[in-house]
């Protein structure tokens, strides 16, 4: 008889997802007169930059005649890309084409990577999750254990006492909006090295990191190559949440045949990343490109200081926001992130997301994003004042 995959069967904040999801589609089709602004989106509001858009287009010409015309390309990347990225990224680490992978997303990379590791292996997560690493762990049939972050411990767990195989950082975090410290990640990074653990680093939103205490790559950590594999995105610094393209770093110093193996896992599970989207991404990093990229990060983040400003203000406790696009705001008087959630949406028409999406660890919060666009920040913060101040 088929059984169908119960971990995928049991997976519940996706749920919490799709109900936020549907309850706003019902109330815009009930209320075709109202205007819903939303401060919920991991979206970027900004427009790729002009030099990437041109590499894109040049690319597509390319495609339009045989002497230039690109097929299947590598699976791990092409060439010129992972050049770019070891040149502008990892300069300071001397790592070599074959420790990098360009992909076409980190959250599939987050995920995928576990098929490189045993199925035994015991593996750790911090709570509230990003919760594709625990719902795509589900669909490989591994579990997570969690590592509670709360108010109590500044949402920064404490090391283990207990062996864990694999670890998930997410630094700067989504959803808390903190980044690790130096300090901090020299901690995990020693535990990783007594444990014979690796560190499965989650670094999508490191172009928002403002912080000197604050390392932009967890390869600033001193022996961090022996034990962490680095995951980066395109998304959100180059407005590639559509196009897709990603990158990640797995240190041959980790262990001896590891780039082989997964060399053998990527030939069998995957044809490369789009040709047009590697094009672009090489793009993002003439000067021009970073101009404009740098200018986009500077607006989110005038953004974030703005929502931070009001919601402290107006008497809520308010983390993150300093090296990432994203505020986990405690709610008052014990209300829920669903109560608060309906709140918005129907007397302000603000949507954001209820932190329960993150585990049941963010029932107490919503996160707020930055990533909306100037126009969205204005109305949602006349709303707001309009609601608070009356
Ligand atoms: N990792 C984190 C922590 C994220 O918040 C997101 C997207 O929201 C991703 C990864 C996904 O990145 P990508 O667009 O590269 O798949």
Known sequence: MIK????????EDQNEFFTASKYVREYKANNPDKKVISLGIGDVSKPIAKPVIDAMHNAVDELASMKTFKGYGPSHGYDFLKDAILKNEYSKYSFSRDEIYISNGTKTDSCSILELFD????????SPIYPIYKNGAACLNRKIEFLKATEENDFLVDIPKEHYDLIYLCSPNNPIGIAYSFDYLNK?????????AIILFDNAYYAFIQSNDVPKSIYEIKNAKKVSIEFRSFSKSNSYTGVR???????NEIYSDIN???????INRFNGADYIAQ???EASYLPESQKEIKENIHDYMNHVKILKAFFNEHGFKVFGGDDSPFLWVKL????????????????????VTPGIIFGKDGDNYIRISGLASEETIIEAMERLRGYYEK
């Open 119 to 126: 199925k035994e292996m015991k593996i750790c997560a911090v």
């Open 260 to 266: 082989e193996v997964w060399k053998k896992r990527t």
């Open 245 to 251: 393209c990603s990158y990640f770093v797995i240190p």
């Open 4 to 11: 169908l995959n119960e971990d995928i069967l049991k997976i």
């Open 279 to 281: 094009k672009g991404a």
């Open 188 to 196: 995990w990074v020693d535990y990783a090295l007594n444990n014979n």
């Open 332 to 351: 008052r008087d014990g209300e829920s992130s669903w109560e608060i959630f309906h709140k918005y949406l129907e007397k302000l028409n603000v949507v």
